[in-house]
T-cell receptor
Framework: DSGVTQTPKHLITATGQRVTLRCSPR?????VYWYQQSLDQGLQFLIH???????AKGNILERFSAQQFPDLHSELNLSSLELGDSALYFC??????????????FGSGTRLTVV | AQSVTQLDSQVPVFEEAPVELRCNYS??????LFWYVQYPNQGLQLLLK??????LVKGINGFEAEFNKSQTSFHLRKPSVHISDTAEYFC????????????FGQGTILTVHP
């Protein structure tokens, strides 16, 4: 157990629907990162939050949004889902705002299947 | 653009043989370098990292990597692999202008055969 908890582990939904993925960071970590892992794109950075504030955005679609709550858990919202959104979505956490000296701690991911 | 290239998508090897997984990154003044391992149906686990200092970095499970600034490479090595090393390995870079974000390579699937 890495200490980063992601729920649900698996999600199957239909095109056009909306889903919410949840991440609880490791105790004491203030930064949460979201990554998408797909066969064709590999691991792509989506977004980074630090202590409730958005720090950086990557290749995140406009149909996707995220937030980090006062208790530091984060949610990734995916709407108007398309078949191509099927992927493994990882959350990672770290203690720092910007530095990656210690690397991240990854959760085990949420596998999203859009049918 | 910042990029990380893992030169081999798949590496098959026999048990107890040595292995090298290659990683090159786009040049930058300041980088942090990482190797992660992903076992089936699991998240990514940090194997080792290079921040500064000695260019030879030792990690968990007997892996080591060498930072070569002139060749912008960070190859991962293990002198003798085990069946349990079968997994996907990712090289990742944190660039000085975007600390916090990790840029990952496409991954190398290491398959260890008995």
């Amino acid at each position: 157990d890495s200490g980063v908890t992601q729920t649900p582990k698996h999600l199957i939904t239909a095109t056009g629907q909306r889903v919410t993925l949840r991440c609880s960071p490791r105790s004491g970590d203030l930064s949460v990162y979201w990554y998408q892992q797909s066969l064709d794109q590999g691991l792509q950075f989506l977004i980074h939050y630090y202590n409730g504030e958005e720090r950086a955005k990557g290749n995140i679609l406009e149909r996707f949004s995220a937030q980090q709550f006062p208790d530091l858990h984060s949610e990734l919202n995916l709407s108007s889902l398309e078949l191509g959104d099927s992927a493994l979505y990882f959350c990672a956490s770290s203690a720092h705002r910007d530095k990656t000296n210690y690397g991240y701690t990854f959760g085990s991911g949420t596998r999203l299947t859009v049918v | 653009a910042q990029s990380v290239t893992q030169l081999d998508s798949q590496v098959p090897v026999f048990e107890e043989a040595p292995v090298e997984l290659r990683c090159n990154y786009s040049s930058s003044v300041s980088v942090y370098l990482f190797w992660y391992v992903q076992y089936p149906n699991q998240g990514l686990q940090l194997l080792l990292k290079y921040l500064s200092g000695s260019t030879l970095v030792k990690g968990i499970n007997g892996f080591e990597a060498e930072f070569n600034k002139s060749q912008t490479s960070f190859h991962l090595r293990k002198p003798s692999v085990h069946i349990s090393d079968t997994a996907e390995y990712f090289c990742a870079v944190s660039y000085g202008t975007s600390y916090g974000k990790l840029t990952f390579g496409q991954g190398t699937i290491l398959t260890v055969h008995p």
